[in-house]
Protein backbone atom coordinates (compact mmCIF):
# COMPACT_ATOMS: atom_id res chain seq x y z
CA UNK A 1 0.00 0.00 0.00
CA UNK A 2 1.24 3.15 -1.26
CA UNK A 3 1.80 6.61 0.95
CA UNK A 4 -1.60 7.86 -1.25
CA UNK A 5 -3.75 5.03 -0.32
CA UNK A 6 -2.28 5.55 3.36
CA UNK A 7 -3.14 9.34 3.07
CA UNK A 8 -6.98 8.19 1.53
CA UNK A 9 -7.08 5.83 4.52
CA UNK A 10 -6.20 8.19 6.98
CA UNK A 11 -9.24 10.36 5.75
CA UNK A 12 -11.54 8.51 5.10
CA UNK A 13 -11.11 7.19 9.32
CA UNK A 14 -11.47 11.20 10.03
CA UNK A 15 -14.59 11.59 8.11
CA UNK A 16 -16.03 8.45 9.90
CA UNK A 17 -14.93 10.34 13.85
CA UNK A 18 -16.31 13.50 12.39
CA UNK A 19 -19.70 12.63 11.09
CA UNK A 20 -20.28 10.42 14.17
CA UNK A 21 -18.98 13.41 16.82
CA UNK A 22 -20.74 15.90 14.83
CA UNK A 23 -23.85 13.62 13.58
CA UNK A 24 -23.79 14.87 10.00
CA UNK A 25 -23.62 11.66 7.62
CA UNK A 26 -21.42 11.38 4.52
CA UNK A 27 -21.55 9.59 1.52
CA UNK A 28 -20.61 6.43 1.60
CA UNK A 29 -16.79 5.52 0.96
CA UNK A 30 -17.75 3.46 -1.96
CA UNK A 31 -19.40 6.46 -3.69
CA UNK A 32 -15.93 8.04 -2.95
CA UNK A 33 -13.39 5.11 -4.32
CA UNK A 34 -15.68 2.06 -6.61
CA UNK A 35 -14.09 -0.94 -5.62
CA UNK A 36 -13.16 -0.59 -2.32
CA UNK A 37 -11.28 -3.58 -0.78
CA UNK A 38 -12.54 -5.38 2.33
CA UNK A 39 -8.54 -5.05 3.59
CA UNK A 40 -8.81 -1.67 3.15
CA UNK A 41 -11.73 -0.98 4.69
CA UNK A 42 -10.26 -2.99 7.51
CA UNK A 43 -7.32 -0.40 7.59
CA UNK A 44 -9.78 2.34 7.59
CA UNK A 45 -11.71 0.85 10.83
CA UNK A 46 -8.05 0.35 12.39
CA UNK A 47 -7.01 4.06 12.32
CA UNK A 48 -10.34 5.39 13.17
CA UNK A 49 -10.02 2.65 16.73
CA UNK A 50 -6.17 3.51 17.00
CA UNK A 51 -7.27 7.56 17.21
CA UNK A 52 -9.59 6.52 19.82
CA UNK A 53 -7.50 4.54 21.75
CA UNK A 54 -4.98 7.26 21.67
CA UNK A 55 -7.77 9.65 23.44
CA UNK A 56 -7.56 7.04 26.18
CA UNK A 57 -10.27 4.63 25.22
CA UNK A 58 -10.19 1.21 25.82
CA UNK A 59 -10.85 -1.73 23.79
CA UNK A 60 -13.31 -4.41 25.37
CA UNK A 61 -14.39 -6.89 22.54
CA UNK A 62 -15.37 -7.91 19.21
CA UNK A 63 -18.92 -8.01 17.38
CA UNK A 64 -19.36 -10.48 14.47
CA UNK A 65 -21.49 -9.12 12.00
CA UNK A 66 -24.42 -10.13 9.17
CA UNK A 67 -23.81 -13.27 10.95
CA UNK A 68 -27.15 -14.63 9.64
CA UNK A 69 -29.12 -14.66 6.34
CA UNK A 70 -31.65 -12.17 7.24
CA UNK A 71 -28.88 -9.89 8.10
CA UNK A 72 -26.99 -10.64 4.74
CA UNK A 73 -30.66 -10.33 2.83
CA UNK A 74 -31.66 -6.95 4.69
CA UNK A 75 -27.87 -5.32 4.35
CA UNK A 76 -27.44 -6.52 0.32
CA UNK A 77 -24.01 -8.47 1.42
CA UNK A 78 -22.69 -12.27 1.36
CA UNK A 79 -20.49 -12.26 3.99
CA UNK A 80 -19.88 -11.72 7.66
CA UNK A 81 -17.72 -8.76 8.58
CA UNK A 82 -15.88 -7.68 12.17
CA UNK A 83 -15.76 -4.85 14.22
CA UNK A 84 -14.76 -3.43 17.62
CA UNK A 85 -15.95 -2.71 21.03
CA UNK A 86 -15.19 0.09 22.85
CA UNK A 87 -15.81 0.94 26.41
CA UNK A 88 -17.96 3.75 25.94
CA UNK A 89 -20.30 1.96 23.68
CA UNK A 90 -20.88 -1.20 26.51
CA UNK A 91 -24.13 -0.33 28.85
CA UNK A 92 -25.75 -2.21 31.92
CA UNK A 93 -29.31 -4.21 30.93
CA UNK A 94 -32.05 -1.70 31.73
CA UNK A 95 -29.96 1.15 30.63
CA UNK A 96 -31.87 4.45 28.73
CA UNK A 97 -30.52 5.77 26.02
CA UNK A 98 -31.04 8.72 24.10
CA UNK A 99 -32.07 8.39 20.65
CA UNK A 100 -31.21 12.09 19.51
CA UNK A 101 -27.59 10.89 20.41
CA UNK A 102 -27.55 8.62 17.53
CA UNK A 103 -28.38 9.01 13.59
CA UNK A 104 -30.28 6.21 12.04
CA UNK A 105 -29.79 3.49 14.66
CA UNK A 106 -31.65 0.47 14.47
CA UNK A 107 -31.63 -2.42 17.14
CA UNK A 108 -31.29 -6.34 16.69
CA UNK A 109 -30.95 -9.02 19.51
CA UNK A 110 -28.31 -11.58 19.61
CA UNK A 111 -25.96 -14.34 21.56
CA UNK A 112 -22.84 -12.82 23.25
CA UNK A 113 -20.01 -13.99 25.00
CA UNK A 114 -17.32 -13.41 27.63
CA UNK A 115 -14.01 -15.09 27.23
CA UNK A 116 -11.99 -16.88 30.17
CA UNK A 117 -9.22 -16.89 28.05
CA UNK A 118 -7.49 -15.92 24.79
CA UNK A 119 -8.76 -17.26 21.33
CA UNK A 120 -6.06 -17.03 18.29
CA UNK A 121 -4.98 -18.68 15.41
CA UNK A 122 -6.34 -19.59 11.85
CA UNK A 123 -8.04 -22.87 12.29
CA UNK A 124 -9.72 -22.13 15.72
CA UNK A 125 -12.38 -25.08 16.01
CA UNK A 126 -15.38 -25.55 18.13
CA UNK A 127 -14.40 -27.60 20.76
CA UNK A 128 -11.76 -24.62 21.58
CA UNK A 129 -14.02 -22.01 21.42
CA UNK A 130 -16.52 -23.56 24.01
CA UNK A 131 -13.17 -24.22 26.17
CA UNK A 132 -12.60 -20.53 25.64
CA UNK A 133 -15.58 -19.41 26.67
CA UNK A 134 -16.30 -18.63 30.18
CA UNK A 135 -19.99 -16.46 30.52
CA UNK A 136 -22.66 -16.13 27.79
CA UNK A 137 -25.34 -13.62 27.53
CA UNK A 138 -28.00 -11.87 25.59
CA UNK A 139 -27.26 -8.56 24.23
CA UNK A 140 -28.97 -5.99 22.39
CA UNK A 141 -26.76 -4.40 19.66
CA UNK A 142 -27.73 -1.14 18.30
CA UNK A 143 -26.36 0.02 15.45
CA UNK A 144 -25.84 3.18 13.18
CA UNK A 145 -24.14 4.44 10.09
CA UNK A 146 -22.22 7.81 9.38
CA UNK A 147 -23.48 7.66 6.00
CA UNK A 148 -26.50 8.94 4.20
CA UNK A 149 -28.21 5.66 4.03
CA UNK A 150 -28.25 1.86 5.51
CA UNK A 151 -27.60 1.44 1.67
CA UNK A 152 -24.27 -0.15 1.79
CA UNK A 153 -21.64 -2.52 0.73
CA UNK A 154 -19.65 -4.82 3.53
CA UNK A 155 -16.42 -2.92 2.81
CA UNK A 156 -18.62 0.30 3.67
CA UNK A 157 -19.88 -1.50 7.34
CA UNK A 158 -16.68 -2.88 7.93
CA UNK A 159 -14.86 1.14 7.49
CA UNK A 160 -17.42 2.02 9.96
CA UNK A 161 -16.24 -0.24 12.20
CA UNK A 162 -19.29 -2.80 11.40
CA UNK A 163 -22.01 0.02 12.17
CA UNK A 164 -21.72 -0.34 15.99
CA UNK A 165 -22.53 2.32 18.25
CA UNK A 166 -23.80 0.59 21.42
CA UNK A 167 -24.46 -2.76 23.27
CA UNK A 168 -26.73 -3.28 25.92
CA UNK A 169 -25.48 -6.54 27.70
CA UNK A 170 -27.91 -8.74 29.76
CA UNK A 171 -27.02 -10.74 32.97
CA UNK A 172 -23.94 -13.30 32.15
CA UNK A 173 -24.23 -17.24 32.85
CA UNK A 174 -21.40 -19.84 33.07
CA UNK A 175 -21.63 -21.56 29.38
CA UNK A 176 -22.65 -25.03 30.45
CA UNK A 177 -21.54 -28.22 28.43
CA UNK A 178 -25.04 -29.22 27.78
CA UNK A 179 -26.10 -25.77 26.85
CA UNK A 180 -26.99 -25.76 22.57
CA UNK A 181 -27.01 -22.36 21.66
CA UNK A 182 -28.00 -23.59 18.29
CA UNK A 183 -31.60 -24.41 19.41
CA UNK A 184 -32.02 -21.42 21.42
CA UNK A 185 -35.00 -18.82 20.59
CA UNK A 186 -34.58 -15.39 20.75
CA UNK A 187 -37.94 -13.27 21.17
CA UNK A 188 -37.34 -9.32 20.77
CA UNK A 189 -40.44 -6.74 21.67
CA UNK A 190 -41.34 -3.53 20.90
CA UNK A 191 -42.96 -1.81 24.14
CA UNK A 192 -44.64 -5.82 25.39
CA UNK A 193 -45.19 -6.43 21.49
CA UNK A 194 -43.13 -9.20 19.94
CA UNK A 195 -42.15 -8.65 16.76
CA UNK A 196 -39.27 -10.50 15.22
CA UNK A 197 -38.16 -13.93 16.87
CA UNK A 198 -34.99 -15.85 15.80
CA UNK A 199 -32.75 -19.33 17.08
CA UNK A 200 -29.27 -19.20 17.31
CA UNK A 201 -28.31 -21.42 14.84
CA UNK A 202 -29.53 -18.33 12.31
CA UNK A 203 -25.92 -17.65 12.74
CA UNK A 204 -23.66 -19.65 10.70
CA UNK A 205 -25.20 -22.99 12.46
CA UNK A 206 -24.51 -22.21 15.72
CA UNK A 207 -23.67 -19.01 17.18
CA UNK A 208 -20.15 -20.49 18.62
CA UNK A 209 -19.19 -20.81 14.82
CA UNK A 210 -19.07 -16.71 15.05
CA UNK A 211 -16.01 -17.21 17.31
CA UNK A 212 -13.88 -19.70 14.76
CA UNK A 213 -14.60 -17.08 12.25
CA UNK A 214 -13.62 -14.11 14.05
CA UNK A 215 -10.96 -15.55 15.28
CA UNK A 216 -9.52 -16.51 12.06
CA UNK A 217 -10.34 -13.17 10.45
CA UNK A 218 -8.38 -11.30 13.62
CA UNK A 219 -5.49 -13.81 13.01
CA UNK A 220 -4.67 -12.41 9.36
CA UNK A 221 -3.99 -8.86 10.70
CA UNK A 222 -2.15 -10.22 13.50
CA UNK A 223 -4.45 -10.37 16.54
CA UNK A 224 -6.44 -12.74 18.09
CA UNK A 225 -9.57 -12.95 20.97
CA UNK A 226 -8.36 -12.20 24.47
CA UNK A 227 -9.35 -13.32 27.96
CA UNK A 228 -12.04 -11.07 29.29
CA UNK A 229 -13.06 -9.93 26.50
CA UNK A 230 -17.07 -9.04 25.16
CA UNK A 231 -18.10 -11.04 21.63
CA UNK A 232 -21.17 -10.25 19.87
CA UNK A 233 -22.10 -13.18 17.52
CA UNK A 234 -24.54 -11.41 15.10
CA UNK A 235 -28.07 -10.88 14.80
CA UNK A 236 -30.63 -14.03 14.54
CA UNK A 237 -33.67 -11.59 13.00
CA UNK A 238 -33.29 -8.76 10.75
CA UNK A 239 -33.01 -5.19 12.34
CA UNK A 240 -35.37 -3.34 13.80
CA UNK A 241 -35.59 1.09 13.40
CA UNK A 242 -35.26 2.13 17.33
CA UNK A 243 -37.21 4.84 17.75
CA UNK A 244 -37.70 7.74 21.00
CA UNK A 245 -39.64 6.45 23.97
CA UNK A 246 -39.36 3.05 23.64
CA UNK A 247 -38.44 -0.02 25.38
CA UNK A 248 -36.83 -2.70 23.70
CA UNK A 249 -36.50 -6.40 25.09
CA UNK A 250 -35.01 -9.47 24.20
CA UNK A 251 -35.89 -12.76 25.97
CA UNK A 252 -35.03 -16.53 25.25
CA UNK A 253 -35.54 -20.14 27.23
CA UNK A 254 -32.40 -20.34 29.07
CA UNK A 255 -30.81 -17.06 29.32
CA UNK A 256 -31.75 -14.10 31.72
CA UNK A 257 -33.73 -11.00 29.33
CA UNK A 258 -31.97 -7.67 28.08
CA UNK A 259 -33.62 -4.38 28.07
CA UNK A 260 -32.92 -1.12 26.74
CA UNK A 261 -35.45 2.32 27.39
CA UNK A 262 -34.75 4.74 24.56
CA UNK A 263 -35.72 7.89 25.47
Not at 48 to 62: C, I, L
Request: hydrophobic share 50%; with cysteine.
Amino acid sequence: MDEQDDRWIAAAAAALLAAEYERVPIEALTVRRPGLSVETAYRVQEVAVARRTASGVRVVGHKAGVTSRAMQEQMGVDEPDSGVLLDHMVLPAGSALDRCVLMQPRVEAEIAFRLGCDLAGANVGLDEVRAAVKEVFLALEVIDTRFTSWRLTVADSIADNASCARVVTGPMVPLSADMDLAAELLVVSIDGTAVATGEGRAVLGDPLRALTWLAGRLHRSGDGLRAGQLVLAGAVHASLPLEARSTVRARSSHLPPVELHVR
